[in-house]
């Protein structure tokens, strides 16, 4: 929210400096974002008069110029302007002046061999808008020596607020005004639009066509012609007042509508009667209707936001922004000024689901002051036979202002319970008045007053807002600080096991070089319908856009997502990972917090990108399932304990993808590569890897440890391996193998791995070889070579056994 020292003003009379206003903003909550001072910018920048202007002797396009400054002699000054001529009355920068548009400080110098002392300067240097061909053209009545920003009144300080979004009643220059003076800061200059008799009834009839459950979109709609007007500029006051806080004056009509808009909060419309055909209906968009707006763009409705139609369709998004058809040029003689209320949800669903930013949105969706809808159109109506002359018809009223908030009970002493401030009660009182609060003693209940809110304060609910008021004006510094007491021991952990494993898994997956990412918890519905989701309870009734519609099944999209928008700007090899929610369902079970990661490219863990001794190979399976596992070894889940199954979700290839389970119906997660038609539908160029786990479906730790011994302990004896290769069926699994192996003596065996694997010629067609490296751990006394054949016949018989496979000769 922006607006002038001058603006706030013309609404509260104070001697207060502008340092006391700033500071007494942000301590009632309006806090102070900037303030810009163009006295102080452009206070080196002076009027002066060219008394002569002679070639320069060394250049052709120089002048060498005697400047009167308002000083004892004139200053010799070189300029290149065409327009420099004797007698021109201009703005000149003397040595050590900052020009803010240039960066830079004037300082003497040579041009040429001829002495300089200073700058003649163009608007565009000022950071002014102007003809900048040439340097200033002022008036012959200029002042010379005086200040150039105080003679063109560009002394006006701006200041800018941040306003939270509960205050809709400081989205106002007058509402502002009303709160420095509650503060004690100074008189507000209150007043009421006197109404204007109406000559003629309005022609145009507002209609509210809604059902009895919908009638809260539009409660109240007023609308008055005025006939006769001469659009043109608006006055060089108004003007000045729209451009100082960034705003393009239009015409007067449409100036007017901005004023009131900044000024009082209040947001209006004018249409073009000539161009508005029969009655207005204020009603819900139908499918298929579109409306070119005001900014020229089109915009396709549905059936949830509420327009503005006449006969020939809809000419007005209700609260957001009006239609190119009916806006008001330099030809309107005829102008409808609507005034209305808007449910400010359904105004900010619309805004965003249009993606459209206007003044009129900011304010409807905070919520306007319902009971100066009417007045508020009365003040236009005087601005607009003021400015642009004509006549007005009557109001035509569609609909009523919403009864206002019930009293609150409020007892004075809940403030000192609230905030430990002790203030006097007609204080409190007073202060709550002077924003506008109506009281009335509670006479059967001592220290309690009935407060009702003003119609401009929405945001007043209960005791605890009222306290609120108070405290601000009182000023929060006087609240004193009070430490909490510390406890008489260290504070037992208060991580939950959830939170410890969301660190853990960063931390390990960070260790293998991949990159955090964070993503949008929505996806678009064919995103999530890939990756098993798009369930209809699932979508966001009010998605802020539409590829962001749907809660997320699986935290993959958003970090394909991301590799794609890194892969764009040159980052292919790229390793990411995510740990967040996911959603299954909108049960109370149906959130589970997943973790996720991502390889693309050549982004190994041993390192990405291509070097000098090898070539650089593609991410591929093993990768992400040497991240899981590593994972999971963090998290404390045993490798034996987890059960691993070919195949996974059907995004996935099927053959280079597997599914981790406890159990047929306790999945923990997959790993895998993406599959060619889910990387097609995502707009996404492989290799690309990935996995993903719940990590609510990991077992707890036992509450207490166990006692039993460990089964591997240190051996002072050394082991030793032994290799083995079986022929086996095509279909058998690597990993049936080496569970076999493993069982024929829990004992002595510490390790079973696979080295090699073979298909071709020596191997009969169907069959295959997998060679095992198996690992023997002594425990009692280095074994012979009779007990380690004895072992190794007990691996090849259970192994056989298990699997059918044969040991290869």
Request: with cysteine; proline share 6%.
């Amino acid at each position: 929210m922006k607006f002038t020292l001058s603006w706030l003003k013309s609404h509260l009379d104070t001697q207060a400096s502008l340092t006391e206003i700033a500071e007494t903003l942000t301590r009632i909550g309006l806090e102070v974002e900037g303030l810009e001072n163009p006295a102080e910018t452009l206070g080196g920048f002076r009027i002066a008069r060219i008394v002569t202007a002679e070639p320069h002797p060394n250049a052709d396009r120089l002048r060498v110029c005697q400047v009167d400054v308002g000083e004892a002699a004139p200053l010799q000054v070189v300029c290149g302007a065409p327009n420099a001529r004797a007698g021109l009355k201009t703005v000149f920068a003397a040595p050590g002046t900052y020009i803010p548009a240039k960066n830079f400080t004037i300082a003497k110098g040579v041009i040429r061999g001829v002495e300089s002392g200073g700058m003649m300067c163009s608007p565009e240097e000022l950071g002014l808008e102007g003809d900048s061909s040439g340097i200033f053209e002022l008036a012959e009545d200029a002042p010379v020596g005086t200040s150039y920003a105080a003679y063109a009144g560009l002394d006006d300080p701006l200041i800018e607020i941040n306003l939270t979004p509960n205050r809709s009643d400081a989205a106002s220059v007058y509402g502002i005004a009303r709160d420095l003076a509650a503060a004690g800061l100074g008189k507000l200059k209150g007043f009421s639009p006197a109404p204007v008799a109406g000559a003629f009834p309005c022609p145009v009839t507002p209609t509210l066509d809604f059902a009895a459950e919908d009638a809260r979109l539009a409660p109240l709609f007023a609308l008055r012609l005025v006939r006769g007007v001469k659009n043109g500029p608006s006055p060089e006051w108004l003007q000045k007042r729209l451009k100082s806080i960034g705003l393009r004056p239009i015409n007067a009509l449409v100036d007017i509508t901005n004023f009131m808009t900044i000024d009082r909060g209040r947001p209006l419309h004018v249409f073009d009667a000539a161009k508005v055909f029969g009655d207005l209906v204020i009603r819900c968009a139908k499918a298929g209707e579109s409306l070119v707006a005001l900014d020229g763009k089109t915009y396709a409705l549905d059936e949830n936001v509420v327009v503005i139609a006449d006969n020939h369709g809809v000419e007005s998004l209700a609260g957001v922004m009006g239609g190119e058809s009916t806006g008001c040029d330099e030809t309107t003689t005829d102008v409808l000024i609507e005034s209305a209320l808007w449910d400010p949800a359904n105004i900010a669903q619309t805004g965003r689901k249009l993606g459209i930013v206007s003044d009129a949105r900011y304010r409807f969706e905070r919520g306007v002051d319902p009971e100066f809808t009417v007045p508020g159109l009365e003040l236009a109506t005087r601005m607009v036979l003021a400015l642009c002359g004509g006549e007005a018809s009557e109001i035509s009223v569609a609909g009523a202002v919403p009864a206002l908030a019930e009293a609150i009970d409020f007892p004075l002493s809940e403030v000192q319970r609230l905030t430990g401030v002790a203030l006097d009660p007609s204080d409190m009182t007073a202060k709550l008045e002077e924003l506008g609060f109506a009281l009335a003693a509670q006479p059967c209940n001592a220290g309690h007053i009935q407060v009702r809110a003003p119609s401009w304060r929405p945001d007043i609910e209960g005791k605890a807002d009222l306290v609120e008021e108070i405290i601000r004006l009182a000023g929060l510094d006087r609240i004193t600080p009070t430490p909490l007491e510390r406890e008489g021991s260290v504070a037992g952990a208060v991580l939950t096991l959830l939170q410890r494993r969301v660190r853990s898994s960063r931390r390990a997956l960070a260790s293998r070089g991949m990159v955090e990412a964070v993503t949008w918890s929505f996806i678009s519905k064919a995103q999530a319908e890939l990756f098993g989701g798009g369930a209809p309870e699932l979508a966001l009734a009010n998605p802020i856009a539409a590829d962001l519609s749907d809660m997320r099944p699986s935290l993959v999209p958003g970090l394909i997502a991301a590799a794609k928008s890194n892969f764009a700007r040159g980052f292919g090899d790229i390793a990411l990972f995510e740990v967040g929610q996911v959603f299954r369902s909108d049960a109370e079970d149906g959130q589970f917090l997943a973790a996720a990661g991502l390889r693309r490219g050549t982004a190994k863990p041993a390192g990405a990108g291509r070097h000098w001794d090898g070539k650089a190979g593609s991410v591929d399976v093993f990768d992400v399932k040497a991240d899981l596992f590593a994972l999971l070894s963090v998290l404390g889940v045993s490798a034996q304990s987890v059960q691993l199954v070919s195949g996974g979700p059907a995004f996935l290839h099927p053959g280079r993808s597997a599914t981790l389970q406890f159990g047929p119906k306790n999945i923990l997660g997959w790993f895998g590569e993406l599959h060619p038609r889910a990387l097609e539908a995502l707009d996404a160029m492989g290799p690309l890897v990935a996995f993903e786990i719940l990590l609510d479906v990991l077992p707890a730790p036992k509450a207490k440890p166990t006692r039993a011994k460990p089964k591997l302990e240190l051996s002072d004896f050394q082991p030793l391996e032994r290799d083995f290769a079986f022929i086996v069926d095509s279909q058998v699994k690597a990993a049936d193998l080496i569970k076999a192996a493993q069982g024929a003596d829990r004992q002595m065996i510490v390790n079973v791995g696979v080295f090699d694997l073979y298909q071709g010629p020596g191997v009969p067609e169907g069959k295959k070889s997998v060679a095992l490296n198996v690992t023997l751990q002594p425990r009692e006394k280095t074994l012979t070579d009779v007990e380690i054949d004895a072992v190794s016949a007990k691996i090849v018989a259970e192994v056989g056994k298990k699997t059918g496979a044969e040991l290869r000769g």
